[in-house]
């Protein structure tokens, strides 16, 4: 197992670590969302699971996390799920802004130290949900915008 001095778990390359994510850079179109899957190894199945914003792991924000069960747990347009039976647990983050492209991290919460894993959210402008237009409002010229 790794062990850290410091809380950056990007800084440990020796060992096995029990906490892994499938992807550690996600993408996701504005309005629409995106998912992320990290991994654990067997025994840590009823540990609180957790997804925090903050480039920095020690001042990150815990923007919602699970009971120790598997049950669902919502925050902010993000939540959170357990399947201990897979020992994975499932982040979605909805409705997408630009300000969400950020450094997560998903997190085990233990004595001590927890343990953790960064990921990079990007929000991918190519695939926004958004289609906008304009028409003239004549005699006036003046523009009306709309999204639909």
Known sequence: ICSCALRHV????SGSYPLM?????????????LTVQCRYEPGWETYKKWWCRGANW???RILV????SGEKAKGNQVSIQDNQKMHTFTVTMEEL???NADT?????????????V????????????????????EPALSWLWWCS
């Open 21 to 33: 994510a499938v992807s550690n850079a996600v993408s996701g179109p504005v309005r629409g969302s």
């Open 97 to 99: 802004r630009w300000n």
């Open 65 to 68: 996390k699970t009971n120790g």
């Open 118 to 137: 960064k990921v990079k959210v990007t929000i991918d402008p190519g695939k926004s949900m958004c289609k906008c237009g304009c028409v003239s409002l």
């Open 104 to 116: 997560y991290w998903c997190g085990i919460e233990r004595y001590g130290t927890d343990l953790g």
């Open 58 to 60: 020690e001042n990150c």
């Open 10 to 13: 990007d800084l440990c390359f």
